[in-house]
């Protein structure tokens, strides 16, 4: 069963250090998401991409953040400038298509900024 | 008020037992609706997608009442693998296709 995949798993890096977050979306997938959830609150959607472009993105979704689709199969997420506050699990998602698509979830990548 | 309510709980049910969630959405635009689970420090898994006709996947049974913008999740004979957070989601395509995750509810199955 296709399956998306994150790298790596976990990531401590320095408060100002950046961080590059990578994914690989299901292969047949055209819609790509980050998520993020903060240890013991709720997930929260963090930007969706679709034809290498930002179709949507949210609050926290600040200048810090970039997504970028560098090759025909893996999505990444960039924080320029980690912040205490970004500590938390980050998730890749895909799905087929817009609408009532179901999303599927990567394993998650746990980002510890120290 | 939030987007997405659910009791927290922890429920805590033997073994072969039913047992109900709820939920609730305040964004009436809502127009897919999901049921995930997560297990601790893992990704949320899709359960099932929920339609306003309600739908059944095995021992799981959905339900939405767009009226009273509620869904529920009913789950028959409990096994011990089913403890988890069961979050319940929901989408609008006004918000592109972003989901909205309720806190989620626990469920403890016991033997």
Redesign the interface.
Known sequence: EPEVTQTPSHQVTQMGQEVILRCVPISNHLYFYWYRQILGQKVEFLVSFYNNEISEKSEIFDDQFSVERPDGSNFTLKIRSTKLEDSAMYFCASSEGLGGYEQYFGPGTRLTVT | RKEVEQDPGPFNVPEGATVAFNCTYSNSAS??F?WYR?DC??????LM?VYSSGNEDGRFTAQLNRASQYISLLIRDSKLSDSATY?CVV?S?E??????????TILRVKS
């Open positions: 127009q897919s999901f997560q420090r893992k990704e949320p898994k899709l997608s979050l989408m395509m918000y592109g296709n972003k989901l909205v995750f309720g806190a989620g």
